[in-house]
């Protein structure tokens, strides 16, 4: 069964940081190249990080560069997205998702989680 599971959301002041995780079911965590996404309210969902599967390559975009750190866990089957320098900006729902093809694009990816909620006050 297919299943990715978002925790770690939350409010945070500008400035600050959060950790974002994502369980996976074991199937897709070993098959796919996983990755956060996030959407904000009256906006198109956009790629924040990937990491390519057997996480030998990880792409960021240019927004968060230097600012978010996508990791994993194998032993638990666990993404995580550390986020620091959190900007008022960041404020949006967070996806964590599991596709073929390891890009920043949204439609590349086929199972997606329910998303948890960052939101950044200035």
């Known amino acids: 069964q297919v299943q990715l599971v978002e925790s770690g959301g939350g409010s945070v002041q500008a400035g600050g940081s959060l950790r974002l995780s994502c369980a996976a079911s074991?199937?897709?965590?070993?098959?796919?190249?996983m990755g956060w996404f996030r959407q904000a309210p009256g906006k198109e969902r956009e790629g924040v990080a990937i990491?390519?599967?057997?996480?030998?390559?990880?792409l960021y975009a240019d927004s968060v560069k230097g600012r978010f750190t996508i990791s994993q866990d194998n032993a638990k089957n666990t993404l995580y997205l550390q986020m620091n320098s959190l900007q008022s900006e960041d404020t949006a729902t967070y996806y964590c998702?599991?596709?073929?093809?390891?890009?920043?694009?949204?439609?590349?990816?086929?199972?997606w989680g329910q998303g948890t909620q960052v939101t950044v006050s200035s």
């Open positions: 074991s199937l897709i965590y070993s098959s796919y190249s």
């Open positions: 998702a599991a596709g073929n093809i390891a890009t920043l694009n949204p439609q590349d990816f086929d199972y």
């Open positions: 990491v390519y599967t057997g996480a030998r390559r990880t």
